[in-house]
Every structure is written in C-alpha cells, then in structure tokens.
C-alpha cells in the first residue's frame, strides 16, 4: 500500500480517526487493493479540513463540558444538533454492511439447511436481523438504564426538564437506533422484498423513526430509553420464538410468553406516557417553547405526543387481536376431524341401460335371467 502521511495535529478526534481508519483499511483484506490506497490516500492527507469533515461523520458531536462546586473534575455532557445528520448517515452505512455481512454469513447458511419455502424464507431472514438487532439494543439499553436514578424514581423523567444534556452513551444509543431504522428502507431494496410485504413492514419502520426521533429532538430521551428496553424484549421474544417455529413447528410455547409480556409492555408504555405528558410536565416549573433551551413543554406538543403513543399502542393492540384469533381459529380447524361421507348417486336411465349391456352381451342385475318367449304355434 502507498505510504501516506497522517493529518498533523495531536487532537483526540485526529488519534481516533487514525486508528479507526488503519484498522478497517489493514484488516479489511476483502477490500479491492485501489480502494484502500484511494482511502488511505485520502483520509491521511496533511489537509486538516478533511480530518475535521471526516470526524464529522466518525465521533459523537456537540461536547460540553461542564465543572460545579461538588464535583470538581469536568463532567462531559452532549448536546444535539444538525451535525448529527452527518453522523446518524455514517453509521447507516456501517449497518448496512453489518446486515450484509450477517446476512451472507449466518442467515443464508441456515436457510440452506432448513430449506424453507419462498414465503417463510423471507419471514426467517426478517426475524434473523430484527432479532439480533433486539438483542444487543436490549443489552445495550439495559446497561444504560442501570446507570440511571430515573429507573427507580419515575418523576426524575419530567423533573428539571428540559433534559438537553446527555451522557455519552445515551446520546450515541439514539444516533444507532435512528441509523440501523434509516438502513431498513434501502434494505427493503437491496433484500428484494415481496411487494405483499413492503406495506407491513414500512408502517413499523416509519414508526420506529418517528418516535425514536422525536424523543430525541423533544429532550424526552429518559421516557425513549425507559419504554424502549422492554418493548426491545418483548420484540426479540416474539422473532426468536419465531425462528424456532420455522425450524420446528411444534415448538410454539415462546409465542405465550411474548403474549403475556406484550400485554405487560403496553400497559406499561401507557401508564408512564400518561403519567409524564398528563400530570409531571403539566405541573412543571418551567413551562414554555423555546428552541434555543430546546423547552418543548406546552400543551399542543404534549397532547400531540400522547395522542401519537396512544394511537401507536392501540394500532399495536388491533395487529395482536387479529394474530392471537387467527391462531386460534388455526388450532380450532386442526382439532376438528375430517369426516369421510358416502354419497350414493342413483344412475339415470341411459346410465343403467348402458350399464346392463357388457362386452355386447345382456348383463342382467342380481344374477337374473331373460324369460324364455314362448314360440307361437303355425
């Protein structure tokens, strides 16, 4: 590979990004040799405005720091802001990848041995990526929400709002999860989906951008974080039992479990929302709109949320209705036994007359003999 010299500069973001492209380019030895020259080449140029734009896209923007009489070390906090949209595109593309590579080297493979059909192979390879996708935002979330006060006090989620100061680890949660549901669209594409399937999908896919979003543009990302975690394992109960079913059909007993934990999950969702919008930011000390504080707490904006959860949640309920009852009347039609029934169909007159006549010869029924004619006396 040509030698380039790196960016001068001995800033933080400069190392990062020196050590993140060194490790895709060296290790990637997939990647055509022309473009990792081209890479190498370009992002270790001694041109500080390419290192600054290409750690626009990489590193978490918006740090403040911040210092008080308690704590006398600094306290890193972030903010957001339209910069992001450079970031949340970047890790688009790196999951992009990552359902490409977890799609050729994991999905296709097990397809291979379980040779489902048409249809179910396109629900495998779904529940397969939503799946691992749950997994690790429910452990990534969890780990998140042990760290916080907010989980065993609930009025810390509307108290001192506006929350516009993150940690770290929240602020770049919510720019993965906006990114991994922004790849979905291209994927729908790019994994050529049925066309029955494209309207199924989308309606989830849009909301999932919509309210992850706005939880975050809104400052209400303690609410986000606290419906998504357990709504993220109800979601990764209901694709892994799906996986099972399509392995082996008998093994249904994860469907009851997500059933139950479901239930749980929207009353849940609909308790805290309620709570949050209709009594904790109503009483608030600092009601207004203000952009610059990022203070989105009037009434509109409020009802407006609530109204956007609650409709979510019954929408949600109506699909688990309709599923729950179909399965039923499954299970109904495959306990019911099919009777044989003998139906006797009288022949007509030609069919009988037909059938009297054998080879050319009188076939007579029930074993009966033609009456001798008497011969007439000349």
């Excluded at 303690?222 to 694709?239: N, S, T």
Aim: glycine share 4%; with cysteine; proline share 4%.
């Amino acid at each position: 590979m040509v030698p380039c010299t790196p960016p001068s500069g001995n800033s933080c973001s400069t190392k990062i990004l020196q050590s993140l492209v060194h490790s895709i380019v060296s290790q990637n030895r997939w990647m055509p040799t022309n473009i990792r020259k081209l890479i190498g080449c370009t992002l270790f140029r001694r041109n500080e405005v390419t290192a600054k734009y290409a750690i626009m896209f990489i590193t978490v923007q918006y740090n403040v720091t911040y210092t008080t009489d308690e704590r006398p070390e600094p306290v890193h906090f972030y903010e957001y802001g339209p910069k992001d949209v450079a970031t949340i595109f970047f890790y688009m593309l790196i999951a992009i990848i990552l359902h490409a590579v977890i799609q050729e080297y994991i999905l296709d493979k097990i397809n291979r041995r379980l040779h489902l059909s048409k249809t179910k192979h396109s629900k495998f390879n779904e529940s397969g990526q939503l799946a691992v996708f749950y997994l690790f935002s429910f452990v990534w979330g969890a780990s998140i929400l042990s760290a916080e006060e907010f989980t065993t006090n609930p009025t810390l989620l509307w108290k001192d709002y506006p929350h516009s100061r993150m940690f770290f680890q929240v602020k770049f949660f919510y720019i993965c999860q906006i990114a991994y549901w922004l790849h979905s669209l291209p994927e729908l594409y790019f994994q050529k989906i049925r066309k029955e399937d494209i309207p199924r999908q989308l309606y989830y896919i849009c909301l999932y951008i919509v309210h992850i979003s706005g939880a975050y543009i809104l400052n209400l990302h303690r609410l986000g974080l606290i419906l998504l975690v357990p709504h993220y394992l109800v979601e990764l109960i209901f694709h892994a039992s799906r996986l099972f079913y399509f392995s082996d059909e008998n093994k249904q007993k994860g469907f009851t479990l997500w059933a139950l934990l479901f239930i749980l999950a929207r009353l849940l969702t609909l308790t805290l929302s309620v709570l949050t919008f209709g009594f904790g930011l109503a009483r608030a000390e600092n009601p207004g709109f203000s952009i610059a504080e990022g203070n989105f707490n009037i009434l509109t904006l409020r009802i407006s949320c609530l109204a956007a959860i609650c409709l979510t949640q019954a929408w949600m309920m109506w699909k688990f209705i309709n599923f729950q009852l179909k399965k039923w009347r499954e299970h109904i039609q495959n306990q019911i036994p099919k009777k044989t029934t003998n139906i006797k169909v009288k022949p007509t007159r030609k069919e009988s007359s037909k059938a009297n006549f054998v080879n050319g010869a009188v076939k007579f029924e029930e074993g009966t003999s033609p009456r001798k004619r008497k011969s007439k006396m000349l």
